[in-house]
RNA sequence: GGACAGGUGGCUGAGUGGUCGAAAGCGCUCGCCUGCUAAGUGAGUAAGGGGCUUCCCCUUCGCGGGUUCGAAUCCCGCCCUGUCCGCCA
């Protein structure tokens, strides 16, 4: 969601911006509501301010006994009364209208992101590490090894899902604990473990809702979903929430299952555990002043970064063009861990800079100094990372001449063994 | 799932039809006093929106409806929290 002042003081200014991200974000149209909207809310506040007095006079009257002027002053509200119904619908119809095209915005882009609108056109600004080649594709790396079972999953759950079995299932958690570990103990997160589930509005807090609904798996029964991804359920932790500014700025790492529908995905890119409809993160989430959210962007990826280099793994970093990062954010990197058997990179991380945006939507806000006005946090998130594709990248990568996979150092002492 | 109790400002908590957007206390801000004090004292202190913007108006007491000239207060529905019972990994 836009600051509304922004669109009604500078229309061309966001038209542009909405169109670097090939949106043609219907200014003209939330213009025209937005007056019929200020119009009918202020004639609606002189009727209610009109009718106030009234009522407050018909009090004064009865408490000095006059009934009959009482009575009199009633007598006259009836119209005003009908006129204040009218006006309420109006102003209600004019808001819904309003709070429609309003999510129908996407987030502007910074001017320091390029413009483009294909993956192809977004920068990498980065890479790291040498790059393996030759090697199984991990698929058939995880059949060798008895670690995924794709047959019995499918079985159980239908396609686009998988058993981890053995050292595999124990890799899975070897990798999450590891991944929690390190950024609560060396890049200062809090942990926080939240629901699967989460309700419509919190949907609607992060930007999935209204208009992502077929990327996600409703419960039938309940206004209830299965959460896409952390951010949701942790950025709306606070949610109509005044931080503390000597708190800020706040930066929360939780692990959870993921569940997305994927729908429309398949070929090529999806085989083994590269897209499946359910799979494990470690998200990253923080909370922070809107002056410093750019930096703390650029400390963010890293934080992630740090993940790929401590497991010595080879990957690059791509800064998105304003038509490929998506809907919501303002600035986005995203890193790809090189997977040799597949021989291309996989994202195994997004990090965005949303600024006001999503605190815009969930109402999440922090004082500066006692008794000054609220202002919204701008919120950062990112993965730190995403299990299954780094498992990919770490089988193709560490498997040995003996078809054997040397676990890198940090994981060891949670594999409790070096090799698989 | 059943029964009962309750949801009020940053917090605690009073308020059962009319100057209540809301007592009191805590916290916080500014000032005074006191020669040291986690003391005393005075004033201020919710958010959102709108306007003719040193001031005024509207909305908001869990959410949504309703009754009424007027609702924190009465009625209906829903949500949430607590306690007890039942059930259960």
């Given at each position: 969601m836009l600051d509304r002042k922004l669109i009604r003081e500078n229309p061309d200014f966001v038209k542009e911006a909405a169109l670097r991200k090939g949106v043609v974000a219907k200014v003209d149209e939330f213009l025209g509501t937005d007056t019929l909207w200020r119009k009918a809310t202020h004639e609606l506040g002189?009727?209610?301010?009109?009718?106030?007095?009234?009522?407050?006079t018909i009090g004064q009257l009865m408490g000095q006994g006059k009934k009959e002027e009482a009575d009199a002053a009633k007598s006259q509200t009836a119209e005003l009364k009908a006129r204040i119904k009218e006006l309420e619908e109006d102003e209600r119809f004019h808001e819904a209208e309003l709070c429609k095209l309003e999510l129908t915005f996407p987030n502007l882009p910074h001017p320091s992101v390029p413009d483009?609108?294909?993956?192809?056109?977004?920068?990498?600004?980065?890479?790291?590490?040498?790059?393996?080649?030759?090697?199984?594709?991990?698929?058939?790396?995880?059949?060798?090894?008895?670690?995924?079972?794709?047959?019995?999953?499918?079985?159980?759950?239908?396609?686009?899902?998988?058993?981890?079995?053995?050292?595999?299932?124990?890799?899975?958690?070897?990798?999450?604990n590891f991944m929690l570990d390190f950024q609560v103990e060396h890049n200062g997160y809090r942990e926080v473990a939240p629901p699967a589930l989460v309700t419509s509005q919190s949907l609607v807090g992060t930007g999935n809702l209204?208009?992502?609904?077929?990327?996600?798996?409703?419960?039938?029964?309940?206004?209830?979903?299965?959460?896409?991804?952390?951010?949701?359920?942790?950025?709306?932790?606070?949610?109509?929430?005044?931080?503390?500014?000597?708190?800020?700025?706040?930066?929360?790492a939780a692990y959870t299952p993921c569940f997305r529908r994927e729908a429309g995905a398949a070929g090529k890119e999806t085989r083994g555990i590269q897209r499946t409809h359910q799979f494990d993160k470690i998200e990253l989430v923080k909370y922070v002043l809107p002056e410093w959210s750019y930096e703390e962007l650029e400390s963010l990826v890293t934080d992630a970064e740090d993940i790929l280099q401590a497991l010595g793994l080879h990957y690059r970093v791509l800064l998105?063009?304003?038509?490929?990062?998506?809907?919501?954010?303002?600035?986005?990197?995203?890193?790809?861990?090189?997977?040799?058997?597949?021989?291309?990179?996989?994202?195994?991380?997004?990090?965005?800079?949303?600024?006001?945006?999503?605190?815009?939507?969930?109402?999440?806000?922090?004082?500066?100094?006692?008794?000054?006005?609220p202002e919204f946090v701008h919120i950062l998130n990112g993965s730190g990372l995403a299990v299954p594709r780094l498992m990919i990248a770490l089988l193709e990568t560490y498997r040995q001449e003996d078809g054997s996979i040397l676990i890198p150092e940090p994981l060891r002492s949670y594999m409790g063994t070096d090799v698989i």
């Open positions: 002189e009727a209610n301010a009109e009718m106030n007095r009234i009522s407050k483009g609108k294909t993956p192809e056109e977004n920068v990498t600004v980065k890479e790291w590490g040498d790059k393996v080649l030759a090697s199984k594709n991990h698929t058939e790396i995880a059949s060798e090894l008895g670690l995924i079972d794709f047959e019995r999953a499918s079985k159980v759950t239908g396609s686009g899902f998988a058993v981890y079995t053995g050292l595999g299932a124990k890799l899975q958690r070897a990798l999450i209204p208009k992502f609904a077929e990327d996600l798996y409703k419960c039938e029964g309940d206004d209830l979903w299965l959460i896409p991804t952390a951010e949701v359920p942790v950025t709306n932790l606070y949610r109509d929430e005044i931080l503390d500014l000597i708190d800020m700025p706040y930066k929360l998105l063009c304003a038509g490929d990062m998506g809907e919501k954010g303002c600035k986005c990197y995203d890193l790809e861990v090189w997977a040799p058997g597949e021989g291309r990179y996989l994202e195994v991380s997004s990090c965005t800079n949303f600024e006001a945006y999503q605190a815009r939507r969930s109402n999440i806000r922090f004082r500066r100094a006692p008794g000054e006005k």
